[in-house]
């Protein structure tokens, strides 16, 4: 196996950091490898908030539902959905500038920023350090845009933490690849199909600790009940559709 | 320099192709690549099609506006945020399974298929191949839906095409460093900023060229006059919303 594919076949999340500080060049390196990714008509339209500054994490703790990894890490990256720069460059060339407010366009700038993110987690751990993803950025997703002073066109579709691993996890338990793969067209998922695709999953230890900790009888349950419930996700979603027209995307 | 920030660092959209098919087990470590990326909650909210025939490719070809990276490639690979094969997990466990009708939820299928896609470039271009993503796959989504027979639940976010390298372009010209990075808060572009940051890529030989084949002064005006429209941008942006509808999830 090439040593790219045996970085990414290597990955899990990393949660617990030693207290280093992240060198610059590392840093570089990393910001590099994230704006080097594929973008929508060389448009790139992301921006990349790097967080050092421990005052600045304690800020976001609270928002980021004070997860240890939000203070924990020397690094945090938050990637920006941003059309802000592009309609900017075209208001000072006389191009119009008003073009890209509809959710098209917002979408291409999630993907610009989501690759250059990736990219930014791949080099990270291709360069001996852990990550792991803040999916809170969208959920308080209105108090970030304050707090990292975001103009209209600009939103935080992503965040990473960037450390020192101090801890060595095991992979974590996915499903088997068929689970994911369709072949020319998707094929749909019986009762059958399901229990056999969770199966392992379903016997996994990690699942039965789960389970005996959150007291119920299945995966399905402690995620809906307990982890991502209906009522929380209608809440964030209106933060973020409110965010999305505050900010001009929509 | 280590391999896979080598990788990263060299990438650039490869558009022409060899008529060599790409070897099963090649297939295979792109495929894993992409499945083992990070994941909302480890629910893997993605699934990706597998294009290889040649017939598949004609028939969604117009729907990529005939470019022809969606022909002359031997692999396609289509990312789908996937909310159906999760909630019929939670139907068979008897688990609410409507929770994820949502623009927040949408974003972290979203955001799990991007990784795995990106995950999926950095594979084979490890591998000796070469990549390029289509864009398009958002712009006409309701056709696409159609011929990969995608149910409820599923929406295709993003495309690319893969193959061994027929072509060796330089490297892409980008906006420095400098241009995407914000340290702890966001800092607003000025004209004279946009001026500096824009500089090198107004003066590239590429924007020379772009600018006499278009009969235009500058990349903003090509771009918003020609290559990205405002008509067709929100044409396309209510194409997308009523498939987002449609598919249940908004």
Not at 43 to 55: A, C, G, R, W
Not at 109 to 138: F, K, M, R, Y
Not at 190 to 219: C, V
Request: contains cysteine.
């Amino acid at each position: 196996m090439n040593p790219t594919l045996n970085t990414i076949l290597s990955h899990r999340s990393i949660r617990k950091y030693e207290d280093k500080k992240i060198e610059k060049d590392k840093l570089e390196s990393i910001l590099k490898a994230a704006c080097n990714g594929s973008t929508m008509g060389n448009m790139q339209l992301y921006s990349i908030i790097v967080t050092e500054d421990k005052e600045m994490m304690q800020t976001m703790a609270p928002h980021h539902f004070n997860q240890p990894i939000a203070t924990n890490a020397p690094l945090i990256l938050t990637f920006c959905a941003d059309f802000n720069r592009f309609n900017k460059y075209c208001a000072f060339r006389g191009a119009v500038s008003d073009s890209y407010n509809n959710i098209q366009s917002y979408h291409w700038a999630v993907t610009d920023a989501l690759i250059a993110a990736q990219n930014a987690c791949i080099a990270a751990e291709s360069l001996g350090l852990g990550i792991c993803w803040l999916g809170t950025i969208t959920f308080n997703v209105d108090k970030f845009i304050e707090i990292l002073k975001l103009p209209e066109n600009v939103i935080p579709v992503a965040c990473i933490s960037i450390g020192y691993p101090a801890e060595n996890p095991p992979l974590t338990d996915k499903l088997p690849l068929e689970a994911m793969i369709h072949h020319e067209c998707y094929s749909d998922y019986s009762e059958e199909k399901i229990n056999r695709l969770y199966k392992d999953k379903e016997e996994h230890p990690n699942t039965k600790q789960l389970l005996t900790e959150n007291d119920l009888p299945n995966i399905a349950r402690i995620i809906t009940e307990k982890r991502y419930v209906k009522k929380d996700n209608e809440y964030f979603s209106q933060v973020l559709s409110t965010a999305l027209k505050n900010q001009k995307f929509l």
